[in-house]
Structure formats: C-alpha cells, structure tokens
T-cell receptor, first 112, second 116 residues
C-alpha cells in the first residue's frame, strides 16, 4: 500500500539556520502531497500542499516541491525562528482508499 | 467559528468504562475521519466515513464503534476501555473534489484520553 517516510527527529537548529526535512513516498497513481504542522497541545494544521508533479507548495516561508522522479516532497525554510518549533508531518492522499497517510513526524526545536 | 470541533478535549476514565467522543464539522465536507495519535506522535487512521457510510475500518478492535448520524457529525464510542487506549484521538474532515479525489484534511483539536 501507499506509504510515507520522513527523516527521524528530533532536529535541533539555531535561529536563522536553514531547515530541510526529508520526505519520500510510495504510491500507485498520483497522490496529493501535504506538510502538516502540530504545535504543542494543538491539532494538526495544513502547512502547504502540492497536487501534481513539479508543483511547489509554500506558506510562512516554508516550501516543498513535488518531485515525481525521486518520489520526494522535502520541506525547506531559509531562516527558521523559535516559533517554528513543532512536529512536522509529511502526508499523502491515497485516492483509492479515501484516506490520508502520514509519515512518523519530525520534531523540530529551534534554539534562540 | 470552529471548523472541526470535538468534545471533550480531555477525558480521564477508569479501565472497563464506556466513553464517547463527539465530532462536528461545519465545512460541508463529505468525508470524516478518526485518527489515533500515540505517545510517539505516530498518526494512524481508524475510520473513514463518506456521507454517513463507513468506508474504512483499519483493523480497529470492535470495542470502538463510530456513529455518523448525519454528514456533519462523526462520534466515536469506546466500550470496555483498556490502558492501551490512552492516546490523543483526532477527528478530521475533507471535501471530495470529484471522482473519489480528496484534498487535504482539516483536523479538530484532539481529545486526550487517559485510561487509569
């Protein structure tokens, strides 16, 4: 079945550092891809999405590009802030099975 | 207005009890889900409903019984609670954009269930 693999955390960076969180997927067909963020004690919020190959999703300085050739959707940000500390989930929509499948999450901590 | 709301936010109960978690969405979406998040933050789908009909039951024990009285509500009832049921349960909804294609899911704030 479809699956998502993302880099294990925790990831600890200093403020203003460059961030990359790797995500690769396995899917039949053409899934939509998502990054969700979960702040402490809260639910999941959609951070960005891409619905077809070569699409770039972006929001709040974060970006990810849907790469069909490498089946990847890596999350990047040029300069992280303390407020970006959260757990980040890569996900895909499995259209045949009518569900969204999540990676295991990556905890990000930013030091002032 | 909260798009996906679930109650209660916290639930502490003893082993063997029966409890329910309610979920409502005011987004007009066709599909609703229940997800379980364990202590390591891993998210696993439990159920998916489309227009009040069960689509997915991901090998969840039959002590868990979802009920969808209408398209906007999906409640989760749990019988004979066990210690291992302690987790955060998230309700979510998503629109169908056509021909079985779904876009992103919108999540509630979660219900932290603690079984003692």
């Amino acid at each position: 079945g479809d699956s998502v693999t993302q880099m294990e955390g925790p990831v600890t960076l200093s403020e203003e550092a460059f961030l990359t969180i790797n995500c690769t997927y396995t899917a039949t067909g053409y899934p939509s891809l998502f990054w969700y963020v979960q702040y402490p004690g809260e639910g999941l919020q959609l951070l960005l999405k891409a619905t077809k190959a070569d699409d770039k999703g972006s929001n709040k300085g974060f970006e990810a590009t849907y790469r069909k050739e490498t089946t990847s959707f890596h999350l990047e940000k040029g300069s992280v802030q303390v407020s970006d500390s959260a757990v980040y989930f890569c996900a895909l929509s499995d259209r045949r099975a009518s569900k969204i499948i999540f990676g295991s999450g990556t905890r990000l901590s930013i030091r002032p | 207005d909260t798009a996906v709301s679930q109650t209660p936010k916290y639930l502490v109960t003893q082993m063997g009890n029966d409890k329910s978690i309610k979920c409502e969405q005011n987004l007009g979406h066709d599909t609703m889900y229940w997800y379980k998040q364990d202590s390591k933050k891993f998210l696993k789908i439990m159920f998916s409903y489309n227009n009040k009909e069960l689509i997915i039951n991901e090998t969840v024990p039959n002590r868990f019984s979802p009920k969808s009285p209408d398209k906007a509500h999906l409640n989760l009832h749990i019988n004979s609670l066990e210690l291992g049921d302690s987790a955060v349960y998230f309700c979510a909804s998503s629109p169908e954009v056509g021909q079985g294609i779904y876009t992103e899911a919108f999540f509630g704030q979660g219900t932290r269930l603690t079984v003692v």
